[in-house]
Structures are given as structure tokens and as C-alpha cells.
């Protein structure tokens, strides 16, 4: 074959492939299958007994996240999370607990069947994932992500939002409507948000602007307004604040002890730290409230085990919510996620209650070993 020839080849292949890319490859997420075949699965994903879905032979389970209609199908609409049930010895038996996170999942890769090659997952504290999924996206939402990089959350609530992309999915795909707002601040990690999103979701998504990246401090509001609100605000804001993650600096110390080290992390780390990042976390969490709808929702989370960035945000919000109502605003917040709640029963199988949320700890009943992780849960309600 003439090297011509050879051109001409390789420019109708090109030309083949993103004409079908267009009706079918670039069109959805990457099928289940591929996710699989990663893992070193070929069987087929069965129901299981708490309502998900097992993989015969790999130990490998979906997760039932909390549903506000325990009837309702939880994978229509809600996130898809796949783990490893961890294994203990009970004498000379191993027993098999709750699903947990696994450090063996292997590395993403490129979906092989997927024309634009979207990876095929993402590795994901379990936690993280059931933050995105109590906000419940739902179709035609119009959402933010306020803090949003690497990305991982804001790939679960698009979940949410297009179930329809699915390559599994049995939900007709029909036209896409809904809007997923990504932003995130620092630069470096700006790019990597991009790059990550553009690695896992559907082009024709970024192409007709239902995802949108932006680049804006969201601690100062007088600017944030102009950079991230549209239209009459948000149905969902999720606020996933940056703390001082308890969880990263004891990971890193142990991994540093290992090779004789200290880790960088703990040995920076101040007592008081958190106070200076409350105050970010605050600034934060009112501009979420600002920019979302009234009768939208407005989820807060950390992964810090201080209570001055949990409850303590929560708590110094609402009393900065009801001295501005005093002066004027039209809006209140209320606290979702309570004992009255009907999540509440199903939140209770992953993480305890706290004064004003839930928070997620590895040392929980169910065994999951998932966490440290909190969230609360608020509306923004018509005060007038």
C-alpha cells in the first residue's frame, strides 16, 4: 500500500469514526461492560440482596444509596457506585461484611468499545459518592459545583442529571436539557478539573453547554455573582469545602513513617488551622445559599472531623441567615436530613447524626470503613 493510499485510508476511517461518534460512540458514558472487563469480569451484573447489583465471582457490589422513595428504582436516577465487600477472618472462616472501599480497585482506563475512549471509572470514597447522591440531581436541574475539582463529585451528579447517557441505561435517551455549572478557583487545579471532566463525560455535553467550567473566587460574592449566576439561580449547590482533611494528613504521615519520614502534611499542620478555614468555609456556604433558588437545595460537606468546620459553619450560618432576614432578606434556610426525615432511617445504615448533619466515619456499625466525611443538608425557603 502507497503511502497515499495509506492517507486516504486513514482519513475515511477518521471521517467513519466521527460520523458514528456523533449518533452512538460520543453520545453516552462508557458501558458498564468496559468498567467490568478493567476489573477482570466477564459475568453480568445480577440484582442483589440489599437492592443493588452483584458481580458473580468478583465479589464486586453496587451500592443502594438512601432514596426518598425506598419503592423507587435506585438506578434510574441515582448514582452508580460499585464495591468490594471487605473480607475478615472469623477463625478458620472468612465472614463477609458490609460492601466497603477497596485499595485494589484497579487504575481507570479508556472504555476499549467506547468510540471517544470516556474512561471507565472513577475511584471514589463511597462517602463522596452518597453526598452527591442524597442532593438528588434530577433531569432539567440547573446545578453548581462550587468547589469542584478533581471532579469526582461533579461526575456523579451529572449521573443524576443525564441518566439517559447511560450506555446501560433502559431510560430513552430524549432531548438533554439540565445544566451542571463546575467551578473551581486555583489554576492548577482548574486544568486538572477540565481535563478530568473531559476524560469521563460526553463531549456533545460541553458542545451544547449543559456542562460548563468556570473560574471564579467564590469567597467574594460581590464578584462570584457575575461569574456563576444565570438566570433565576440553582435547583441544587453542592459547597464540597476545602478543610483541613484529617483523613489526607494521617494517610500521608503513616506512608511517610513507612520510609522513615515525616510527612510534609502533619508536619505543617496547626491547631489553628481550622479556624482560618471555617471562616473560607463560611464565605463559601453563604454564597451557595445566595446564588441557589428559593425552594432549591444547598448541600455542605467536608472531610474533616473538626467540629468547628462542621456544625459549627452550620451554626454560625444560620444565625448570620437570621440577623440579615431582620434586615430585609426574603429568604430563610432549613435543615434537611433530620430524624423526621424519610432519608433519615436509610442515612442511619452510613453515618450518625450530629447537630446539625451526618457524618460519615470509618469506625461506623455497617462495617463500610468509608469517611471521615460530613454533610448537612439545607433548603433555601420563601421567608416572606
Not at 134 to 159: N, T
Request: proline residues 7%; hydrophobic residues 35%.
Amino acid at each position: 500500500m502507497t503511502k497515499t493510499t495509506r492517507n486516504t485510508a486513514s482519513a475515511a476511517e477518521e471521517s467513519f469514526h466521527k460520523h458514528h461518534a456523533t449518533i452512538w460512540g460520543e453520545e453516552r458514558y462508557a458501558p458498564q461492560s468496559d468498567f467490568h472487563a478493567v476489573l477482570g469480569s466477564s459475568h453480568a451484573v445480577n440484582p442483589s440482596e440489599n437492592g443493588g447489583s452483584s458481580v458473580a465471582g468478583d465479589e464486586i457490589q453496587q451500592v443502594r444509596y438512601p432514596v426518598p422513595d425506598i419503592a423507587e428504582n435506585p438506578s434510574e436516577h441515582s448514582v452508580v457506585c460499585y464495591v468490594r465487600p471487605l473480607r475478615v477472618e472469623v477463625g478458620e472462616r472468612p465472614e463477609e461484611t458490609m460492601p466497603s472501599a477497596s485499595t485494589d480497585f484497579p487504575q481507570p482506563r479508556p472504555a476499549p468499545s467506547h468510540l471517544a475512549h470516556l474512561m471507565t471509572h472513577w475511584n471514589l470514597d463511597a462517602a463522596s459518592a452518597l453526598v452527591a447522591s442524597v442532593l438528588s440531581a434530577q433531569p432539567g436541574d440547573s446545578v453548581l459545583d462550587l468547589c469542584a475539582a478533581p471532579g469526582g463529585k461533579s461526575i456523579a451528579l451529572a449521573q443524576g442529571l443525564w441518566p439517559g447517557l447511560h450506555a446501560d441505561s433502559q431510560t430513552p435517551q430524549g432531548e438533554i436539557t439540565g445544566r451542571l455549572v463546575c467551578n473551581e478557583a486555583d489554576g492548577k487545579r482548574h486544568k486538572r478539573l477540565a481535563e478530568n471532566l473531559n476524560s469521563y463525560l460526553p463531549p456533545q455535553l460541553f458542545k451544547q453547554g449543559h456542562v460548563v467550567l468556570t473560574k471564579v473566587d467564590a469567597t467574594q460574592f460581590s464578584t462570584t455573582m457575575n461569574g456563576l449566576l444565570t438566570g433565576s439561580g440553582y435547583d441544587r449547590v453542592l459547597v464540597d469545602a476545602p478543610c483541613s482533611s484529617e483523613r489526607h494528613i494521617i494517610h500521608a504521615s503513616f506512608k511517610a513513617k513507612g520510609s522513615g519520614n515525616t510527612a510534609p502534611e502533619m508536619a505543617n499542620w496547626r491547631a489553628g488551622s481550622s479556624k482560618r478555614l471555617a471562616k473560607t468555609e463560611m464565605e463559601l456556604l453563604m454564597t451557595a445559599l445566595r446564588v441557589a433558588k428559593v425552594g432549591g437545595r444547598v448541600m455542605y460537606a467536608t472531610c474533616s472531623i473538626e467540629p468547628m468546620e462542621n456544625d459549627g459553619v452550620v451554626e454560625k450560618m444560620l444565625a448570620l441567615v437570621e440577623k440579615e432576614r431582620k434586615k430585609g432578606w426574603t429568604w430563610n434556610v432549613q435543615i434537611e436530613l433530620r430524624t423526621d426525615d424519610v432519608l433519615a432511617g436509610q442515612l442511619e445504615e452510613w453515618a450518625e447524626p450530629t447537630k446539625y448533619g451526618w457524618i460519615v466515619l470509618p469506625d461506623h456499625p455497617g462495617g463500610g470503613r468509608w469517611g471521615p466525611l460530613f454533610f448537612a443538608m439545607m433548603s433555601k425557603v420563601d421567608a416572606r
